[in-house]
């Protein structure tokens, strides 16, 4: 394949520096030239924008495929959701969304029917599902644990359960097996389940080491969903990678973060998109509504936090649904998470790295070149209209979006 020119007003590399009258050369799947136009490469196909981003990263998406929270929906055979969630990779591509890690769904699966070109989406770097003790977040507590584990073996996407030192090192060795790329686990209550209120610490420290010390030995990360402040301490002292939520980090935490080099998905859209809209109440069940609420409480207080402290931060949504059954939260709206950072007092500047450069870099020693407009990177480019920088939301609406190209093809 012969080369690609893109010539812009400006290009915005992902680590915080941009270029003006900038060119970017890409041949087949990566970028061979980023620099000024007088510079750059001569090329026979060029092409002219306004502004060029790195394509984004949501280090925190879910391919479930389901439409509603009650357990019908659950029920429904498992091909029928994984059927559905070609729409959703679609349309976060069609977002700008190139890459994704995708911390429980059916990302496995999808990720190698995107590579066979079966369907359109992102590069997926899946976890497989979640990791859960009974009565965790991962489980299904007002079922019988006899129901609950057929299940949860015959749906690809019901989050297996471990106990024990032993139980969690088999499903890390399974999930690795199965080519999982992150490991997720619980290590508190969540907010869309039923009984375990976020704030409380699940799985030991004991089961915790074990967890993320056999994920190192192959050299792969860890994404711990965690709420409350003792789970997030013992979390990190783990060595996780990256702390998922976090809505009550203290300032002490945040620190220990930057110690260990950790990293912050806040997820603010889910919170935002699910729990504060006036049909939340009627769409969710009972105890996510409630969970919800106190968590918007506290969360954007955390973030600004967080922010002024200066933990690293990665953009991630948390979609937990399929198609257009929520008018402000489905896939294709992935972006609404960087308007959130910089209300949660990010610079624009700064939330586009948080959904550039930091997304692979939560995926630890496997963080694959990608996410930044340098040479020797993926092809990944968003091409726009307008500046981002002069207005976060200017990626929201999808007519500002002159093409998306991931891995050096156009769509
Ligand atoms: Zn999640």
């Known amino acids: 394949m012969s080369t690609v020119r893109i010539d812009c007003e400006l290009a915005i590399i992902g680590n915080g520096d941009s270029i003006k009258d900038a060119s970017i050369v890409y041949e087949n799947s990566k ?10 490469p001569e090329s026979a196909n060029v092409i002219q924008t306004k502004v060029v981003t790195p394509g984004f990263w949501d280090s925190h998406d879910h391919y479930f495929g389901l439409r509603k929270f009650e357990y019908e929906e659950r ?29 429980g769904g059916f990302g496995l699966l999808l990720k190698q029917s995107i590579q066979e070109g079966t369907i359109t989406g992102p590069r997926i770097y899946a976890a497989g599902s979640m990791i859960s003790m009974t009565g965790g977040h991962g489980d299904s507590h007002s079922l019988p644990a006899e129901v609950f584990q057929h299940f949860s073996e015959k749906d690809l996407i019901a989050n297996p359960i471990a106990d024990g030192v032993a139980d969690c090192l088999k499903l890390v060795r ?40 056999e994920a190192a030995r192959s050299e792969v990360s860890v994404a711990a969903h965690c709420y409350g402040e003792i789970g997030i301490k013992t979390a990190l002292e783990s060595g996780v990678k990256t702390i998922e939520h976090g809505t009550y980090l203290t300032e002490d935490l945040c620190d220990l973060m930057i110690e260990k080099d950790a990293i912050l998905v806040p997820t603010v859209y889910t919170y935002k998109g699910l729990f504060d809209t ?55 709206d992935n972006l609404r998470e960087l308007s959130y950072l910089v209300e949660g007092g990010m610079t624009p500047m700064a939330a586009i790295i948080s959904g550039t450069q930091n997304g692979p870099l939560t995926l630890g020693k ?24 002069d207005d976060i939301a200017v990626l929201i609406n999808r007519e500002n979006i002159q093409s998306v190209i991931k891995q050096g093809i156009t769509y």
Not at 75 to 103: H, N, Q, Y
Request: hydrophobic share 35%.
């Open 75 to 103: 029920f429904i055979d498992p091909k029928i959701k994984f059927m559905r969630c070609a729409w959703d990779t679609k349309e976060t591509l069609l977002a700008g969304v190139t890459s994704v890690r995708e911390v």
């Open 31 to 40: 970028i061979i030239y980023a620099g000024e136009q007088e510079h750059s």
């Open 174 to 213: 399974t999930h690795i097996r199965s080519g999982a790329e992150v490991i997720k686990y619980a290590a508190s209550g969540g907010v869309m389940s039923e009984i375990d209120p976020p704030q409380y610490q699940q799985y030991s420290s004991e089961e915790q080491h074990a967890i993320v010390g």
């Open 278 to 332: 006036p049909e939340a109440k009627d769409n969710l069940p009972e105890y996510g509504y409630t969970k919800g609420q106190l968590i918007l409480k506290t969360h954007m207080t955390m973030l600004k936090m967080a922010v002024k402290r200066g933990v690293k931060i990665a953009m991630g949504t948390d979609i937990i649904v399929t198609g257009e059954y929520h008018p402000i939260y489905k896939h294709g």
């Open 366 to 389: 496997r963080a694959p070149k990608s996410g930044l407009l340098q040479t020797g990177y993926d092809a990944d480019i968003v091409l726009l209209h307008k500046n981002p920088l």
